[in-house]
């Protein structure tokens, strides 16, 4: 493409030649006048000088008319072509320097003028590329200079915006992407704009899937569907809790929709945010069913207290035999219930924000050998074999108290849970981070669904085994609780009729 200062030269040159060409032209017609006179002059001059001379000699005058009058003619002609030879060169040479003079004259100017011009046209053009580094030279000589500046300093404050533009699209999309609840973005032709990471990972999709598509043919749940469906109809916010069915499992999502409003009041589409509350739903359902536990566990006891003391008053003291069984009734009832308070509250404290154990540096062997005696008796009673594999040398950081609360609960549980004449294997070993304690029992086993239920507090996989055997249903509840607090965790491997393994993981000592 020709730069603006070679069209301008070139316009200039054009012109400038047309007009030396008129200027060519003018003086051409103007010529024959001028040659004329000129002719006329030199050949009268001459004529008269012949004729001056032939008056002195004695030429015969007939003769000397014909001498003069020939003289005249061939003299006019020739000085005519003359003069018109010399003319024409002389003025072709004066227009050609003119029209180089001209032309470099005109090339100095457009030059100074010229290329700043198209330096800030060019400019201009890449900022409305979007290229907002560029920058105008500020040339003071050649009368461009404030509009250099002012494209300069728009270029900067564009170039401002562009960053501050991007900056904030960089937020908004951080924030989109990692925000926890999963948010949708339709237009007005319900094909959808926006879909976070949370959105795409709760249905299982890829961005490819929904990107540009129509919300119905994305797959989504119905009951979505229905609320997008209602949205549109209203055109106003609403919200509504959706039971999200996916894998056999239920999410419950808190789902909020509102149009979207662009400048003059148009409509431009709906966004909905969508809250996970399934965890808020499962801690409601469990205060639920603790209230309900609790009211049923303290009920048993104080009914059967208050039953039989009642009944003592009303005279059955007054025979001793049955004095002395109701007594022992009360005080195995008293114990369950002295025993049901004392996990209530053991589970409270370890349940609070903030609980700590007094850590210190224990042999697991001393921890198991403690508790299995403090069990043995209840392993006797239905003759069990504890059969031990434990390494002396697992050294583990701990509280004393509190790891053997842990180790008993799992021995009795494992006692209760076992037939009789069966056999619990006790095991101490260690990796790299852990000491880890496995007990594995011959028992009524635990099926797969009943597994992610076992520490939820007062849930019994055998209800009448484990209230006969005197369990109040928080022992494993406190057990989790208080590994965790040792910065461990806790496994469970089980296969009904066949027995349960449970695994403690608790780090060991650093050497």
């Known amino acids: 493409m020709m730069s603006f200062q070679n069209r301008i030269l070139r316009i200039y040159s054009i012109l400038i030649g047309l007009l030396l060409a008129g200027v060519g032209l003018v003086l051409g017609q103007l010529y024959p006048l001028f040659v004329d006179n000129t002719a006329n002059s030199l050949v009268n001059s001459k004529v008269e000088d012949i004729s001056a001379y032939l008056s002195t000699t004695e030429v015969p005058k ?17 000085e005519s072509t003359d003069i018109q030879q010399t003319f024409w060169m002389f003025l072709f040479i004066i227009l050609f320097l003119a029209f180089l003079i001209a032309i470099i004259i005109g090339a100095s100017v457009f030059k100074k003028y010229a290329v700043p011009i198209e330096h800030l046209t060019q400019t201009a053009m890449e900022l409305a590329k979007g290229n907002y580094r560029v920058r105008a030279f500020e040339d003071d000589f050649s009368g461009m200079s404030k509009l250099s500046k002012s494209i300069n300093i728009l270029a900067r404050n564009l170039h401002d915006i562009s960053v501050m533009r991007e900056t904030e699209k960089e937020r908004l999309k951080t924030l989109i992407e990692n ?33 540009g598509k ?38 419950y999502m808190d789902a909020y929709g509102a149009p979207v409003i662009g400048e003059h009041g148009r ?9 996970d509350i399934t965890e808020l739903k499962k801690l409601e359902q469990v205060r639920k069913d603790f209230v309900a536990n609790v009211s049923h566990e303290l009920k048993t006891p104080v009914t059967s207290i208050k039953g039989f003391s009642e009944t003592l008053l009303f005279g059955a ?7 002395l069984s109701f007594l022992e009734i009360i ?20 349940e609070q924000t903030g609980y700590e154990i007094s850590k210190q540096k224990v042999y697991f062997s001393e ?28 050294v583990i950081l701990g509280e004393t108290n509190r790891l053997k609360q842990i180790i008993v609960n799992l021995i009795a549980n494992a006692i209760n849970y076992s037939l009789e004449n069966t056999m619990i294997k006790l095991s101490v070993y260690q990796n790299k981070k852990y000491g880890i304690f496995e007990i594995e029992d011959q028992g009524i086993g635990i099926s797969k669904v009943e597994i992610t239920r076992i520490f939820e507090r007062f849930y019994r996989v055998d209800r009448a085994r484990s209230r006969n055997s005197g369990g109040t249903g928080l022992g494993l ?14 496994e469970v491997h089980s296969e009904e009729g066949k027995g349960t393994i449970f695994k403690v993981y608790i780090p060991i000592v650093n050497t």
Not at 370 to 386: P, R
Not at 484 to 489: F, I, P
Request: avoid cysteine; aromatic fraction near 8%.
């Open 62 to 78: 007939d003769i000397q008319n014909q001498i003069i009058h020939k003289v005249s003619f061939n003299d006019h002609i020739i």
């Open 214 to 251: 129509l919300f119905r043919k994305i797959g989504l749940p119905d009951q979505i569907e229905e609320f997008i469906d209602k949205l549109f109809l209203t055109e106003s916010s609403n919200r509504q809790q959706l039971n999200i069915k996916k894998n056999h499992f239920t999410y």
């Open 367 to 394: 921890i198991i050998n403690s508790s299995i005696e403090l069990t043995i008796h209840l392993a006797d009673k239905k003759n069990i074999t504890i059969e031990t594999n434990i390494d002396e040398q697992v």
């Open 267 to 275: 409509w431009l589409g709906i966004v909905i945010v969508m809250h």
């Open 331 to 350: 005080h195995k009832e008293s114990n369950r219930l002295q025993a049901l308070i004392i996990d209530l509250l053991d589970l409270s404290k370890v």
């Open 317 to 323: 003291y007054k025979k001793e035999e049955t004095l």
């Open 477 to 490: 509840a406190i057990v989790k609780h208080l590994v965790e607090a040792h910065q461990g965790y806790i």
């Open 179 to 211: 925000m926890g609840s999963a948010l949708l973005m339709i237009d007005r032709n319900g094909e959808t704009t926006i879909a976070n990471r949370s959105f795409l990972k709760l249905f299982q999709l890829k961005f490819e899937d929904v990107d």
